[in-house]
């Protein structure tokens, strides 16, 4: 007889051990981490230098400079989410465990979710302190650009992991990640650079910070069992 599944505290130790697992896989390979940080002081940076050096201009365009090369950063980590997972047979022990008293693969793969925007959106925003001094934005403004950018980059994390999900094991996937993803990043890039202007012309922002964070609840209720029916449908076809 089948032993009854476990409460959700038994799915502790797995779920720690698939955290662990993406940790270490990073931590050997530290340019990688560099690399995310890299790309997006290299992008914003490049900006300035393209414009008059007036500090109106600059103020007027930064938040939106700092938020593209934030997203794009943060999209060119999560491309291949799953791509080597699928090819590894990773994604094929996560389903095996979800049928005999495992943790849900829904589960397991929300916590790569979360695992992968720490790492990809972590260096991005221990790095744009320094990159926004560039565009002059005041002490008002800074801490709305990290809210903004912490709540955003967790929604595009989390809509990138399902769009890598669908691409996984197919020629071209993080290119193909990008595309599908870029259209949905819209809104999240209109609220959080919303919320930096107008922290920067001292009105409220609020409402743009609440509105991203209902975008992250909605994406994580979403987006975790959508990549899990995409890589469970995957890991079938292979």
Same mark, same amino acid.
Request: hydrophobic share 60%; with cysteine; aromatic share 6%.
């Given at each position: 007889?089948? =032993?009854?599944?476990?409460? %959700? ?26 690399? %995310? ?45 799953? %791509? ?18 495992? =943790? ?24 744009? =302190? ?66 930096? %202007? ?41």
């Amino acid at each position: 007889m089948r =032993p009854d599944r476990p409460a %959700h505290g038994g799915w502790a130790r797995p779920l720690r051990a698939t955290v662990r697992r993406e940790l270490r896989l990073a931590l050997s390979q530290p340019a990688e981490l560099l690399w %995310h940080a890299g790309f997006f002081v290299m992008v914003a940076a490049l900006f300035p230098l393209s414009l008059r050096p007036e500090g109106a201009t600059l103020r007027l365009l930064g938040p939106g400079v700092l938020w593209v090369a934030a997203l794009l950063a943060v999209l060119l980590a999560c491309g291949r989410l799953f %791509h080597d997972d699928l090819r590894g047979g990773w994604i094929d022990q996560c389903v095996l465990a979800g049928t005999d008293d495992g =943790p849900p693969l829904a589960l397991l793969v929300g916590a790569r979710m979360a695992v992968q925007w720490l790492l990809a959106a972590g260096p991005v925003l221990l790095a744009a =302190p320094l990159v926004a001094l560039q565009f002059g934005l005041d002490g008002t403004a800074l801490p709305v650009l990290l809210g903004s950018l912490a709540l955003g980059s967790a929604v595009l994390v989390a809509v990138a992991g399902v769009a890598a999900a669908l691409t996984a094991g197919l020629r071209g996937a993080a290119l193909l990640a990008m595309l599908m993803v870029l259209p949905l990043a819209v809104p999240a890039l209109v609220f959080g650079t919303m919320a930096v %202007h107008a922290a920067q012309a001292g009105r409220a922002f609020a409402a743009e910070l609440q509105l991203l964070g209902a975008m992250l609840a909605m994406a994580m209720l979403a987006c975790p069992p959508l990549g899990a029916a995409a890589l469970r449908a995957a890991a079938a076809e292979e």
